[in-house]
């Protein structure tokens, strides 16, 4: 069963979605303007196979507080190194999208709390035109345009952000869970909202533009990518796969950028025998 508790971490206060098991626990991260329910199927499946888990929203995000003004990405580390910190063990961290850049940058700065590392579907070594441009362009034209223009009735805007999710989160739109799109619809209720979430990801996006450069990962490494990811080429797990000599890369062939909703069974089956070789190794 899924319990659901508030939690502060380095001063963020937030909620955990936890299951009861065994093992080493993972700490499942979720990815970019998404939340800790992003993970329910699969906490579910960890729960069947007894094996301990949390999911947290991360600080900006899902029942998290909000994140000071500043770089992101130091607030995300400064939480995560907190979580760990409240720990008596070594932890797995498991993260998608984003979340898998947290997840590794974790690792590397805290080899001795982190056991092993799960990424799935690894977004910053990404090297399409859409991430050259967000990097190197000092104002992206859609964010400015949002924020300036005229206010976005709510229907046509719910209909947009719709469409929009489905198809990056989803390999197969149509299959979509409607109360994952509904969920994803609320957190966006005008176009100011939605200029900022984009606003974010192109900070993000910058100040990871240096991807991973000078860390070591030691730890055990699975990394997982759902070949029909529209968001995010397999080539970025690929090139960080090629950077950790002794990790596993897996593909999945029906997923896509959120394997975790397209297919949690299918990645539960990749997870789990994960974990086993890993944790014995280690």
């Not at 974790?106 to 590392?117: D, K, L, S």
């Not at 890369?249 to 975790?260: E, Y």
Request: net charge positive.
């Amino acid at each position: 069963m899924i319990t659901a508790t508030r939690v502060c971490y380095g001063g963020v206060h937030t909620r955990v979605l936890s299951v009861q098991g065994d093992g080493t626990p993972v700490v499942l991260l979720h990815g970019y303007a998404d939340s800790a329910d992003t993970w329910r199927a699969l906490l579910t499946l960890f729960d069947n196979a007894g094996r301990a888990a949390i999911a947290v929203d991360l600080p900006g995000f899902g029942k998290a507080d909000r994140r000071t003004a500043g770089p992101i990405l130091p607030q995300l580390d400064s939480f995560v190194d907190a979580l760990l910190e409240e720990s008596d063990r070594p932890l797995v961290l498991m993260g998608n999208s984003l979340g898998a850049c947290v997840s590794v940058r974790a690792a590397a700065r805290r080899p001795n709390g982190v056991e092993a590392v799960i990424t799935v579907d690894e977004p910053i070594l990404a090297d399409h035109w859409v991430a050259r441009y967000v990097r190197r362009r000092r104002a992206p034209r859609l964010p400015r345009l949002l924020l300036a223009g005229a206010r976005v009735p709510r229907r046509p805007l719910e209909y947009s952000v719709e469409l929009l999710f489905r198809r990056l989160l989803y390999s197969k739109p149509a299959a979509a869970d409607p109360a994952v799109i509904a969920r994803w619809v609320e957190s966006v209720p005008d176009s100011r909202a939605l200029a900022g979430l984009a606003n974010g990801a192109i900070a993000v996006a910058r100040e990871t533009r240096t991807g991973y450069a000078g860390m070591t990962i030691e730890c055990p490494t699975l990394i997982v990518h759902g070949a029909k990811d529209r968001t995010i080429p397999v080539a970025s797990s690929r090139m960080l796969h090629a950077l950790i000599p002794h990790s596993e890369l897996v593909v999945m062939p029906r997923s896509g950028h959120c394997p975790q909703l397209d297919d949690p069974a299918g990645l539960a089956r990749i997870v789990l025998p994960f974990l086993g070789r890993a944790l014995r190794a280690s």
